[in-house]
């Protein structure tokens, strides 16, 4: 349903509403593009609405600016709620971009193939959720190491991406479409519409300088001037309608002083990744990580750091469970530290990591448990426990040698054999 505001406002919205109070819309870099409309709607059609019947309906806000119309702002609706007083009705809309979508759902997987570059990544992502990308950055940098989205949103991992250029995604909010930029939008060159009405703003830890403006004009992120010799980019807008007055609020700075620091995923810290060993070259091995699931994406060869360090050091094999260590909040810091029973990956989980065992092939094994050290080799065994003591066996026979003295001291000694036991001096 289209809605006249004023003269030169008109809105598209499901929602029959009669009248627009007053609404506010922002649009700035990392973040979804946002509006908040209040209105009034018909006393009738407020109690004919159910809850939820017009979430994620689309909405629309469009200006006649200059003889031309142009889209102010273009997406869902997230949330409404309807207050009433006496027989009237009064609606208050949250709606947001269509870049909500690619952040609702929080994912696993890695991205272990280090001829990607950070514009592939973001590529594959948008594709795989049906999403526009529009790259202007990260396509010729490759990204060296793996990097891996943990618990985290497509929205979420893509600006975490950005970030390792020093860049932001900036919704798009023109299109009603999931869509974003890699990097700045690429805007029109403007005339300059500020000369001596302004505010200047300086961020203490970044030194970034910047201009904050307020028009009556419509532009865009994006969109560049030059005030006192220096080319400013847009990057964040405000829109503000009140008592039938428009008036924006644009922000703006060097485009070089626009940087994004890294982002890291905190969660990661510490984090154990379970995975099966699928090559192991020298001290490295590539692992397919079970949160990748059937995509084979095992391509990177992580370093085999073991947390017994040289005194039991021996390199995994080909098809052993393997835990992918991240010691800090950066995943391309991660090692291989712990090589888990093999016995199968349904059975490791019930078990506890710091039962360790060290096994070669030939089936010579260590066990190195909190109350129990064992050293066997196949039918042999050195044990000792904690509550049980010491035992020895073996296959075969054993044998005592010493030059001096050989001496046996407890409560009760027990010496059996089937056929004969001997005692020899001299």
């Given amino acids: 349903m289209e809605l006249r505001i004023n003269q030169y406002l008109v809105t598209n919205i499901e929602i029959p509403l009669s009248k627009v109070i007053g609404l506010t819309a922002k649009w700035e ?7 908040r409309l ?6 009738e059609a407020a109690l004919k609405s159910p809850n939820q019947l017009f979430l994620k309906s689309p909405i629309e806000l469009k200006i006649n600016w200059q003889g031309e119309e142009k889209v102010l702002f273009n997406g869902l609706v997230k949330n409404y709620e309807i207050t009433f007083e006496g027989r009237s009705a009064q609606i208050c809309v949250e709606g947001i971009t269509a870049t909500w979508k690619l952040d609702i759902e929080r994912k696993k997987r890695s991205f272990q193939d280090t001829e990607m570059t950070y514009a592939d990544i973001s590529k594959e992502i948008a594709v795989k959720q049906g999403a526009n990308i529009i790259i202007t950055c990260g396509n010729s940098m490759k990204i060296l190491k793996p990097l891996i989205q943990y618990m985290e949103t497509d929205w979420e991992f893509v600006k975490r991406i950005a970030s390792h ?9 023109l299109t009603g479409k999931p869509a974003f930029w890699l990097g700045m939008r690429q805007g029109i060159e403007i005339p300059i519409f500020f000369k001596n009405s302004y505010e200047m703003m300086i961020e203490l830890e970044s030194s970034q300088q910047s201009y904050i403006v307020k028009s009556k004009e419509v532009y865009q992120i994006g969109d560049k001037t030059v005030f006192q010799g220096k080319t400013l980019v847009i990057y964040k807008r405000i829109i503000e309608f009140d008592r039938g007055e428009m008036l924006f609020t644009y922000t703006l700075s060097e485009e070089s002083a626009i940087r994004q620091n890294v982002i890291y995923n905190e969660d990661l810290t510490g984090r154990e990744l379970y995975g ?18 059937d995509e084979k994406n095992g391509a990177y060869l992580y370093p085999w750091r073991p947390e ?8 995994p094999e ?10 800090s909040y950066d995943e391309r810091e991660a090692v291989v530290k712990v090589c888990l029973h093999r016995d199968g990956a349904e059975n490791n989980y019930g078990k506890h990591y710091q039962n360790r065992i060290m096994q070669t092939s ?8 909190p109350c129990i050290l064992e050293m066997s080799k196949k039918e042999n065994k050195l044990v000792l426990e904690d509550e049980a003591g010491i035992y020895i066996g073996s296959g075969k026979k054993i044998e005592i040698e010493a030059k001096e003295k050989v001496r046996l001291k407890a409560e009760r000694i027990d ?6 036991i001997k005692g020899i001096i001299g």
């Fill in 415 to 420: 010496l059996k054999a089937s056929d004969e």
């Fill in 308 to 315: 017994t360090g040289n005194m039991m050091y021996a390199m």
């Fill in 318 to 327: 080909k098809g052993s469970p393997v835990l992918l260590t991240m010691p």
């Fill in 38 to 43: 209040k209105g009034e709607i018909p006393y």
């Fill in 165 to 173: 250029l020093g860049k932001s995604v900036i919704s798009d909010l």
């Fill in 276 to 293: 099966i060993v699928e090559q192991v070259v020298g001290e490295n091995v590539a692992v397919q990580l079970e949160i990748d699931g």
């Fill in 362 to 369: 030939d089936s010579a094994k260590i066990k190195l448990y």
């Fill in 29 to 35: 870099v990392n973040e979804h593009g946002c509006l």
